[in-house]
């Protein structure tokens, strides 16, 4: 069955760094777009980065461009977001999901989410 | 960007109760819309896509209607594990990927 297992999270102080994981099974990775979506405390979902089946093609909301990156390993079928220079309002569950199809932009497989707690 | 908004905010219903809830893009999407549900603590789930689209292992009582600007989503027969926050979303120009804010279904 199809699973995707986030980690990664943590608390880290405004400023720094971190980098979530997802890694997926029960399809065929490489075949899929995915994404990252989060979710602040008690708030709704916010779409934060897109990337291509292959990883040519990706896209950042603008609340985060210039401070996120979003990676993929087709070979170890894992799924990454680089985050710099965090800030409070990065607080959020991060889920990492598959695109139903190509480009299609509906999200029919989430992780369980990883909590990154931006605070000094 | 294109904005989404919901209404309501919030509804109580009963056990068996018909329940709509509207969801506005700020403009024209086509079919290019997404609903999903998310229980307390757990991933959001998918449950209509292309607007009206039932995606798999849904249960029929979840039906999706609208195009352009306007779209509902209908639970024909409210059962006990429905209680639950409802989210639209948009995928017709992206990016942005955008959510609406929510509709929270709550026990009457």
């Known amino acids: 069955q199809v699973q995707l297992v986030e980690s990664g999270g943590g608390l880290v102080k405004p400023g720094g760094s971190l980098r979530l994981s997802c890694a997926a099974s029960g399809f065929t990775f490489s075949d899929y777009y995915m994404s990252w979506i989060r979710q602040a405390p008690g708030k709704g979902l916010e779409w934060v980065s897109y990337i291509s089946s292959s990883g040519s093609t990706i896209y950042y909301a603008d609340s985060v461009k210039g401070r996120f990156t979003i990676s993929r390993d087709n070979a170890k079928n894992s799924l990454y977001l680089q985050m710099n220079s965090l800030r409070a309002e990065d607080t959020a569950v991060y889920y990492c999901?598959?695109?139903?199809?190509?480009?299609?932009?509906?999200?029919?497989?989430w992780g369980q989410g990883t909590l990154v707690t931006v605070s000094s | 960007d294109i904005q989404m908004t919901q209404s309501p905010s919030s509804v109580s219903a009963s056990v068996g109760d018909r329940v709509t809830i509207t969801c506005r893009a700020s403009q024209g999407i086509s079919s290019w819309l997404a609903w999903y549900q998310q229980k307390p603590g757990k991933a959001p789930k998918l449950l209509i896509y292309a607007a009206s689209s039932l995606q798999s292992g849904v249960p029929s009582r979840f039906s999706g209607s609208g195009s352009g600007t306007d779209f509902t989503l209908t639970i024909s027969s409210l059962q006990p594990e429905d209680f639950a926050t409802y989210y639209c979303?948009?995928?017709?120009?992206?990016?942005?990927?955008?959510f609406g804010p929510g509709t929270k279904v709550d026990i009457k």
């Open positions: 979303q948009q995928a017709n120009s992206f990016p942005p990927i955008t």
């Open positions: 999901a598959r695109d139903l199809e190509a480009a299609a932009g509906y999200f029919d497989y």
